[in-house]
């Protein structure tokens, strides 16, 4: 592996800004229900080094937000708006071609299923090879073996000299993902966008995924999107967290202002129905009544209105996100309750929740 | 497992099921022409639990550790190799279709996911409602009345009859499969990671219904799971697996917070804390240590 590739160095942009920033994305699909807004105005930073999680249940938009940063969800039928700016290059409009060349080489992403990621017809090591020289055909074939070989051995696969040429059923569920990892890697890209990478792995196999992440994070300064609906592997990794619900951001914060200081009532709602084994077990499981909304039938006002025991007549109104709370300009919600009133609220039974288990 | 579990469950007290050195081999076949058996998976390798009337009890182990395996084999949708399953004192292990098809009444399964368990093609009122008619328990207008009574016991609404499972989000046909599990009134119930498919926020509704349904109906549960969070909020005892075997049995709060077994502990240590500060003091920990 040499030092940084040719392309672009890891460097932030023209002007000292963000390595990543997205501003107000917004993605629509055309379906035959009409039009579904996946993503609504999303907005973040990401510097290089940081671990950044995005936390929602399935159709909060998470998934899209992430797609659309690569380029993955340009169809016919899906209209695209907003900015994504690596190191200050605009990624929305540039050419099928261009954004290739930034695919792998700049931003990797790995998906939650190393089953169906790897093609089970190839070695391990031929797709690395293969994703290796798709970027840099001056490599020749050995040396990017070579390289996938150590690869492997860098995201820990014991043998790895040997392993390389194994066919994906010789690995298991572990051993797969790291070897998504590996590919994602082989470009030495400067962002990492992890989409529930260990949601299908045994619970001893996501401890050894996630501190490969957070290792390569420290060792190469890489900057992480994780995507995760469990707030425990949100606690073991990130450095910062947003909140989705119905498309939209409702909360966003450092680490610890979510855990601790957490201000929309969904967040209660999740960090409430946790099971912890750290504390004696609650007589009933907190939960939070209803269903996510459907984005193609999302409930006017605040999405989250009618699963919320809060609600009230400002609810009607969409609230916007903002920072409510004083010299705290970086944890930003959209709740309109006053954030003394909501410490009283979450509070209950010595825990943060949404509402009296009934 | 004493010769009393006969006796002991006609006045209601002793163990409903007892399992005692169940085994469930595969074995790997080779050969050109003839089928030679090379080896055996020991998916379940000899594992004896019992479970009383109206507890519940918890099955935790990784993935290839034997536990959805040892539900079927109990349940005698696969035939055990070897060992025995005793049912409200009976031994059922070794009993043929017809002999079992009055048990299964007593036994159901709910399983995990949502999607490929109910027959799409199929209405929510069919597939609640056939294993009664199967059974010949109940037909025509009364079977409509007590499949609706059902759909509303797990929270869903009559008018649900007609529709199909695909108008439903995940968490409303894991309800749907609770209703078929109960519709005929079972005694015991397998619930094979019943809440791994679904959304955080509906996990813990599915929980709480099944911890309800307990209290309301007097059922007893086997609560399958890989998390171990949720297996000790809701069993009493728990059964930890590893390569087919039982490596830890004991009081859920007990195996959670005491645990004896070294693969119990490793598992333990595993699982995320879902606080920032308790997390980097364990990392620390283990960095130091």
């Keep these: 592996m040499s030092a940084t590739p040719e392309t672009a160095p890891v460097t932030p942009g023209a002007g000292g800004g963000p390595l990543l920033a997205v501003d107000d994305l917004r993605v629509g699909f055309a379906t035959e229900d009409g039009r579904l807004q996946a993503v609504d105005g999303v907005s973040f930073e990401l510097e290089a080094g940081e671990v950044l999680a995005i936390v929602g249940e399935s159709g909060s938009g998470k998934s899209v937000t992430a797609q659309t940063i690569i380029g993955l969800t340009r169809s016919p039928n899906s209209h695209i708006e907003g900015s994504v700016r690596l190191s200050g290059e605009e990624l929305t409009t540039q050419s099928e071609s261009d954004l290739q060349s930034v695919r792998g080489s700049k931003i990797a992403m790995i998906f939650q299923d190393p089953m169906t990621s790897l093609n089970p017809v190839y070695t391990v090591g031929r797709q690395i090879v293969e994703a290796i020289r798709a970027h840099d055909s001056s490599i020749d074939r050995k040396s990017a073996h070579a390289q996938a070989a150590e690869l492997l051995g860098a995201v820990g696969i014991p043998d790895a000299e040997r392993r390389v040429d194994d066919y994906p059923h010789e690995f298991s569920g572990g051993m797969r993902q790291r070897a998504m990892i590996a590919m994602g890697l082989a470009l030495e890209p400067s962002v990492l966008i992890a989409d529930e990478p260990t949601t299908a792995l045994d619970v001893t196999i996501q401890a050894q995924i996630l501190h490969l992440i957070q290792d390569l994070n420290r060792s190469r300064g890489l900057a992480t999107i994780l995507i995760t609906h469990d707030l425990g592997v949100v606690a073991e990794v990130a450095d910062r967290v947003l909140v989705m619900y119905g498309g939209k951001v409702v909360e966003e914060g450092t680490l610890d202002d979510i855990f601790y200081d957490p201000q929309h009532p969904y967040t209660w709602g999740l960090l409430g129905s946790l099971t912890r084994l750290d504390q004696p077990r609650p007589h009933r499981l907190p939960q939070i009544s209803g269903a996510p909304p459907s984005l193609l039938n999302l409930p006017k006002g605040c999405a989250f209105r009618p699963r919320c025991p809060h609600e009230f007549a400002k609810c009607a109104e969409v609230p916007g996100l903002e920072a409510r709370l004083p010299g705290e300009p970086g944890h930003r919600d959209r709740c309109w309750l006053p954030p003394e009133q909501k410490r009283k609220l979450r509070e209950i039974g010595g825990r943060i929740g949404l509402e009296e288990p009934a | ?289």
């Design chain 2, 1 to 289: 497992m004493s010769d009393l579990g006969a006796s002991a469950t006609t006045n209601g007290g002793g163990p409903l099921l007892e399992v005692a050195d169940l085994v469930k081999h595969f074995p790997i076949k080779s050969g050109l022409l003839f089928d030679r058996e090379v080896d055996q998976v020991r998916a379940v390798d000899g594992i004896s639990f019992s479970v009383n009337k109206g507890e519940t009890m918890g099955l935790v182990g990784e993935s290839g550790s034997g536990k959805s395996t040892a539900c079927r084999a109990v349940l005698q949708l696969l035939k055990p190799t070897s060992g025995s399953v005793k049912f409200e004192g009976q031994e059922i292990a070794g009993l043929g279709r017809r002999e079992l098809r009055p048990l299964r009444r007593e036994m159901q399964m709910i399983f995990q996911d949502p999607y490929a368990s109910l027959n799409p093609r199929k209405r929510v009122g069919q597939i609640v409602g056939d294993q009664l008619k199967i059974q010949k328990i109940a037909s025509g207008k009364e079977l409509r009345t007590r499949v609706e009574a059902l759909l509303e016991r797990v929270g869903l609404s009559p008018e649900h009859y007609n529709r199909f499972p695909h108008e439903f989000s995940g968490g409303q046909r894991q309800r749907i499969g609770i209703a078929r599990a109960l519709a005929l009134e079972p005694k015991l119930v397998f619930c094979d990671e019943p809440v791994s498919a679904l959304d955080v926020s509906i996990q813990a509704q599915i929980v709480n219904l099944l911890d309800d349904l307990q209290d309301e109906l007097g059922l007893t549960y086997v609560f399958v799971a890989h998390d171990i969070g949720v297996v000790r909020h809701i069993s009493d005892r728990i059964a930890v697996m590893n390569h087919g075997k039982i490596v830890e049995t004991g009081d859920a709060d007990q195996v959670c917070e005491h645990p004896r077994d070294a693969y119990t502990k490793k598992l333990l240590a595993a699982v995320p804390i879902p606080d920032p500060r308790e997390s980097r003091a364990r990392r620390e920990r283990t960095t130091a240590g």
